[in-house]
């Protein structure tokens, strides 16, 4: 089954320690993605990464970092996470088609469970 | 800065009632609008839009954008309580980052 999977699903932490959230897909997408969700703000993007070893920062990257080592996995990594970090995490996958690579990419945009961070 | 802003927050219909969702945007370089619903968790894609005056369907929903007024419509006729969800709206400005509104939330009652 074609799909984006993220571990863990829900992860309750202290401020300071150190975590990764890890996101993987199955169907070979050059083009990944991480998001936040809080209310009242909607959906921003933290990064994203145009195949292996090519990330670049979205709007919201500050207090976060990524790596792109395999095509399949793109983790978020919070250094020394904060209370102002709590929030529903997605990660996002599409491929990248040539040409125009834009709407391409959105319009087929495959969104993981969700991860629910909580830093105390 | 780029801006979305989706009206209304929220709303209230019955089953059968017909809504409209707006999305209106102030971008650089736009390139293209997409609609999402996102019901539970993940977000699903529902239309993406690029051309004014092309309008989009999917059995009861519909959308279309305006370019020159900046606006797009999401259009859900005969409501069903399986349509409640937040709807998104997101645009495309350039070869950027994806920038998202903060979402209408419908509640379709039985």
């Known amino acids: 089954e074609a799909q984006v999977t993220q571990n863990p699903r829900y992860l309750i932490t202290v401020t300071g320690k150190k975590l990764t959230v890890t996101c993987s897909q199955n169907m070979n997408h050059e083009y990944m993605s991480w998001y936040r969700q809080d209310p009242g703000l909607g959906l921003r993007q933290i990064y994203y990464s145009m195949n292996v070893e090519v990330t670049d920062k979205g709007d919201v990257p500050e207090g976060y970092k990524v790596s792109r080592k395999e095509k399949r996995n793109f983790p978020l990594i919070l250094e020394s996470p904060s209370p102002n970090q709590t929030s529903l995490y997605f990660c996002?996958?599409?491929?990248?088609?040539?040409?125009?690579w834009g709407e391409g990419v959105y319009n087929e945009q495959f969104f993981g469970p969700g991860t629910r961070l909580t830093v105390l | 800065e780029d801006k979305v802003v989706q009206s209304p927050l929220s709303l209230v219909v019955h089953e059968g009632d017909t809504v409209t969702l707006n999305c209106s945007y102030e971008?650089?370089?736009?390139?293209?609008l997409l609609w999402y619903k996102q019901e539970k968790k993940a977000p699903t894609f529902l239309f993406m839009l690029?051309?004014?005056?092309i309008e989009k369907k999917s059995g009861r929903l519909s959308s279309i954008l305006d370019k020159k007024e900046l606006f797009s419509i999401l259009n859900i006729t005969a409501t069903q309580t399986g349509d409640s969800a937040i709807y998104l709206c997101a645009v495309i400005p350039g070869y950027s980052t994806l920038t998202f509104g903060k979402g209408t939330m419908l509640l379709v009652s039985p």
């Open positions: 971008v650089t370089n736009f390139r293209s």
């Open positions: 996002a996958s599409s491929r990248t088609p040539s040409g125009s």
């Open positions: 690029t051309s004014s005056g």
